[in-house]
């Protein structure tokens, strides 16, 4: 498992990663709520984890990626009643309209997205045990935490008690010891969808679905929580209060990832706002890469300042020009497969390309740093220059090691789509180079039967092979078998 440090927002320090139980890798970020479209800030922070995923598995540490959804509370509720839709129905249909922008994104890594409501029994769990051990109340049919019982309240967004009372506004409630203290459960109002519990029928507050699926799903303490800087307080903060209170193990998180916001002229981009664009317009306009391009683009935790179009006008084009000497070897790759012969790379052209990969894997490996890492795939791209006129002379080998550095940038982020480029995947291409050196080697020593073996074997997988001269070529049959 490759080192690694990650800035921690709790400690304020940037710290060598050590996972609690190794090589597993707890890691939540806080989801959606599914009331209406996402817009370009919300497909940031889904961007930002996977490719934090994608680089713990590429280590060798095994991540379990949790992203919660949301599917009830206010705005759902609001939402529903305004068009006459069961709330619940509403989330589904938005959380299922975000999948998709999540698989056109390559969004690959997230584990299991829990929600809310199917964790009802745990929740109510946890909220009992908080009224057990004296950090919560109930009042009216609802369940308040009593914050001034919690003396590490506060610590995560570095202010006092005193200084996060929301003013006196619409939050007070009745039976409320004080204007800080946050719902649990919430008492049902008539027609609102609702659900058993020791307190009579209601529904969860929003910050305790977060710690009832973790403590249910990792344990009292976890490695990785993530989110957006927006939800340091009052929500991260209420889930160290709920779960550290709850168990009585602490800390809840060893590292607290936050991400930079997305804004639009220095305001925080927001549906409330009317100034958010809307992530599928954006994928539809300028294409997934180029989206995914933007948002990795900048150092995760650095505020993105969104310029409308231009912005992903601007990240298509430089996407493209990153990706063009890629897609060149891509084409003639899925031509002739990495068999074909041809020119070898100069020793140092070949070591230039191991080095590269080894300073993406730095790049990395130092709290994620993204933007370098596309500054280095820049630099290779350059480097490449050289080599595009004569990329047709190159034996199959020499590109790949030419495109190393890129298949890390599809490997880590989600980059550069092979999938497609590739008919049957670079991967099948590296088994069947193996497949056919052992048939060479068979051939080599007159063990004829055993290279006609190997041939038909490859038949039966649906493979076409034809000898020509000590050489060999190969392509999938049509109708392919599964
Ligand atoms: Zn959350």
């Known amino acids: 498992m490759r080192r690694f440090t990650v800035y921690d927002t709790l400690s304020r320090e940037t710290r060598l990663f050590v996972p609690l139980v190794p090589p597993k ?115 009216s049919g609802s369940v308040y935490y009593e914050v001034a019982k919690f003396d590490r309240y506060g610590r995560l967004s570095g202010q006092k008690v005193e200084e996060l009372r929301p003013g006196s506004r619409a939050d007070v409630e009745p039976g409320k010891r004080a204007p800080e203290d946050f719902v649990l459960w919430k008492a049902a109002r008539p027609g609102e969808p609702s659900w058993d519990s020791p307190w009579g029928p209601g529904r969860p507050g929003w910050h305790i679905e977060d710690t009832a699926i973790t403590v249910r799903l990792f344990g009292p303490r976890y490695d990785i929580h993530g989110g957006g800087l927006d939800l340091k307080f009052p929500h991260h903060e209420a889930e160290i209060a709920q779960a550290e209170a709850a168990t009585g193990e602490a800390p809840l998180v060893n590292f607290w990832m936050h991400a930079g916001l997305v804004s639009i002229a220095g305001e925080k981009m927001s549906k409330s706002l009317g100034n958010s664009v809307l992530l599928q317009d954006g994928i539809g306009t300028f294409g997934p890469m180029a989206v995914r391009f933007y948002y990795l683009n900048a150092h995760y935790r650095s505020p993105l300042d969104f310029v409308g179009g231009k912005s992903l006008e601007e990240a298509k084009v430089a996407y493209e020009r990153l990706a063009g000497p890629f897609d060149r070897i891509s084409e003639i790759l899925a031509r002739d497969g990495l068999e074909r012969s041809g020119r070898d790379l100069p020793p140092d052209a070949a070591r230039a390309a191991s080095s590269c990969v080894e300073k993406l894997d730095e790049a990395m490996a130092t709290d994620f740093n993204t933007r370098e890492a596309i500054a280095l795939l820049f630099g290779w791209s350059k480097a490449m220059a050289d080599w595009i006129p004569h990329v047709e002379s190159l034996s199959g080998s020499a590109l790949a090691a030419l495109g190393a550095p890129y298949r890390w940038g599809h490997e880590v982020l989600g980059l550069f789509r092979t999938d497609d480029s590739l008919p049957g995947g670079e991967l099948l291409g590296r088994v069947v180079a193996v497949a056919l ?43 392919n078998p599964e």
């Not at 249909?93 to 890594?109: D, I, K, P, Q, Y």
């Not at 000590?470 to 049509?478: F, G, K, L, Q, T």
């Open 437 to 479: 050196e052992a048939r060479a080697r068979a051939r080599a020593r007159g063990d004829f039967a055993e290279a006609d073996r190997i041939r038909d074997a490859l038949g039966l997988a649906g493979l076409a092979i034809e000898d020509e001269g000590d050489r060999s070529r190969w392509h999938a049959r049509a109708g």
């Open 25 to 139: 890798v707890g890691l939540f970020v806080c989801g959606l709520t599914p009331y209406d479209d996402a817009h370009i800030g919300h497909g940031r922070i889904g961007v930002v984890f996977d490719s934090v995923a994608r680089a713990l598995t590429r280590w060798g540490y095994r991540p379990f990626y949790v992203q919660n959804v949301t599917n009830i509370d206010d705005r759902l509720i609001a939402r529903g009643a305004e068009s006459g839709t069961n709330p619940l129905v509403l989330a589904d249909r938005h959380f299922l309209a975000w999948t998709l922008a999540m698989r056109e994104l390559g969004v690959t890594s997230v584990n299991y997205y829990p929600h809310a409501t199917d964790f009802i029994p745990e929740i109510v769990h946890q909220i009992q045990s908080l009224v057990e051990r004296g950090f919560a109340y109930p009042a």
